[in-house]
């Protein structure tokens, strides 16, 4: 009985956490390509093209949230889709157990992670029937900095910069514009839209993410979606949002959209944003051996060719080199726009760490210190720990706690992505400190940046909250917010409001 369908699914769970579909990286080369160089953008995706080389290159995890995996198989009828799913389970399991998955599983009610990305809805799978003989399993993994940019419109609505959306097609435009500029970067742009016109709020959703398996090149079957589809690829890139929210030429590098029908009573316009790490996948399996009879979205006879052919992130000569811990006036000396090269102890520190510490004293000091808001894959390796992918997370889930621990434990540079608000950014002008932005998703890049991981705290928090001790080297960052009160996130929304509104 399928005798290899464990390893088909375990090789398509490797794959797409670890390369890049050729579609994604025609994108993503393209969007490099119409950078100037030496622009903030342009330092970014060369960050960028280099990580999806490494990940392929060593099988690592592009971005160290691998996300939450969403199976969508189609079977003959009359197969065992009990069975399937516990070889499905098995094989996520051993990603996990390899490293090429993040132990992403989290339950809600005790917030224990269950260490095997398996628990009450992880994974996703739906099944399918149809009258092929072969089986037909497509993976997309989505992690959660763009999932938690999802947004979902009931029209009519006002929108800000953007006024009344109608029930009509251009009503529908109106609300993706929207989604991709309350996006700005947190979304690790530049992203990929799933759009769903109608259904009710579960199936709106659901439709809308299915539309993520679709080729970012093909064309809509329905001419009056795809013209809209066309059109909002045609000016969203105007809008100047720009990878990870830099600034920049491309903002989006697709959209997709569906539709269901609806109650007389609503109009639900549902976004799925998924980020550059755009990571799915598909396999068609053989009924009988449940081996690979072959690819979708790739052909393995084409390897397909690197991103760069050269070293990735250049030097220019007027980067700044810093050793944590770091004084107050080497942060206030810097500003918005500097690259800074850290060097020297940083400490991981997300959602449950921040919380901890505002109750109870730092297990380390983090006088002059740098955080960083990061959920890595560490793998143990004897008695010591291997960091497998090092990216940031969003940053701006701290912003409740951020400003009170930069205050209390003199941190001086807090490294993330998307950046933060207004309650940082005053307490970075009060206390002398600085927000470097990471280039979001490039956690092959920065794992290599990580020379030794000397030890952890709070490890009963899971792998991806807990706080990790890192020792790095040349770790590129931008600065995005400095001690002046400038904020670069700050300004790029609002100059992009005003482009907004000339779309309406
Ligand atoms: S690239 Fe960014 S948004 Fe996408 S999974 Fe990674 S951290 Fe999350």
Redesign the pocket.
Known sequence: MLATFFESVLDLIIRTSTDLAPDVRTAMKAALNVEPAGTQAAQALTIIAENIDQAASDEGA??????LPTFEIRVPKGADQVWMTERILEAIAEATRRGKLRPNSVDSITGKNSGNNLGPGTPTIHFYQWDRDEIDCRLL???????N?NIQYAVPCELPHLGRADRTLDGVRKCILHAVWQAQG???SPGALGVCIGGDRASGYQHAKLQLLRTLDDVNPVPALAQLEAAVMATVNDLGIGTMGFGGRTTLIGCKIGALNRLPACYFVSVAY??????RLGVVLDTKTGAIARWLYRDPAHPALPMIDQAGFTRTGREVVLAAPITEEQARSLKVGDVVLLNGRMYTGRDAVHSHLMHHDPPVDLQGGVIYHCGPVVLKDGDSWRMMAA????SIREEPYQGDLIRKFGVRAVVG?GGMGARTLSALKEAGAVYLSAI????QFYARCVRSVPGVSLLEFGVPEAMWHMDVADFPTIVTMDAHGNSLHKDIETASAGRLETMA
């Open positions: 592009i971005c160290q949230d691998t996300g993994l989505k992690g959660g900095g763009c999932e940019t947190k979304g690790c998924d980020c550059w790490a755009f990571r990216g940031p997370t969003t992505k979001g998703g490039a956690a």
